[in-house]
């Protein structure tokens, strides 16, 4: 019996080198203790993923495909509801599994950040640049992932 494409791809063969989170850091509205204790209060792991399967879900069913609307639509700025607390999404984050986005990692060290500025109608052209980061990270098509943690 002859086996069908489906039955020979194996779930191996869409595993990534690295497993990955994205983060949602929401806006502090109150600082109570130090900004480090507030940050860490306010970053949220959305999804975790090791392949491209699980990654491709995620990316093909939520907001994080095209950023420009979590940021920019006053209707559809992403609220989430936290411990009864509304807390607006301020930034997103992609980071190894293993690394923290947090200055305090050791890893993020001697590190910097990327920050863009949504202006006009420059969201499809930031979403596109998004995009294109995210897949040349996750699918390693650059030598400098192992440099980099966005």
């Not at 990654?55 to 989430?80: C, S």
């Not at 863009?116 to 030598?143: M, P, R």
Request: no cysteine.
């Amino acid at each position: 019996m002859e086996s069908t494409r489906a039955e020979l791809i194996k779930y191996d063969d869409f595993k990534l080198r690295h497993e990955w989170k994205f983060y949602e850091v929401y806006e502090a509205l109150v600082y109570k203790k130090t900004k480090t204790q507030d940050y860490l209060a306010n970053i949220h792991i959305v999804f975790t993923f090791n392949n491209l399967t699980d990654f491709a879900h995620f990316w093909n069913t939520t907001n994080y495909r095209k950023i420009t609307p979590i940021f920019t639509d006053p209707f559809n700025n992403v609220i989430r509801r936290i411990k009864d607390k509304e807390l607006k999404v301020g930034s997103i984050a992609l980071f190894k599994s293993n690394i923290m986005p947090t200055w305090e990692d050791k890893e993020n060290s001697k590190g910097g950040e990327y920050g863009f500025k949504i202006t006009g109608d420059n969201g499809a052209e930031l979403s596109k640049l998004w995009e294109k980061l995210v897949f040349t990270l996750i699918g390693e098509l650059s030598e400098l992932v192992d440099d980099v943690n966005i």
